[in-house]
């Protein structure tokens, strides 16, 4: 039964990861955010049920769709301050 119901939620998970494809561009950036917030207690609640094998699996696959959230993390992470529209630390005034 359990196997049923990660199954069930992976596969709803994955028909809504395609949604953002069929809305504006502006919108697909948090529509992708989004998808990761919901995705997380997913992928908690899959490895817990049937393992950590399948939880990396279902990880890769998830990050293979939603390929622009984790780029935008990685770089963020590799090179902080340096995002869209953020000037560092200077000056308000400025």
Known sequence: MAIATCLALVLIWMLAANVPLLVADRRRRAAGYALVLLGVPI?????????????????????AMLRWPPLTLGRA???????RGNKGLSDPAE
């Open 43 to 63: 992928l908690g609640y899959v490895t817990w049920q049937v393992g950590p094998v399948w939880g990396l699996i279902l990880l890769g696959l998830g990050a």
């Open 77 to 83: 992470l590799l090179h902080p301050g340096q995002g």
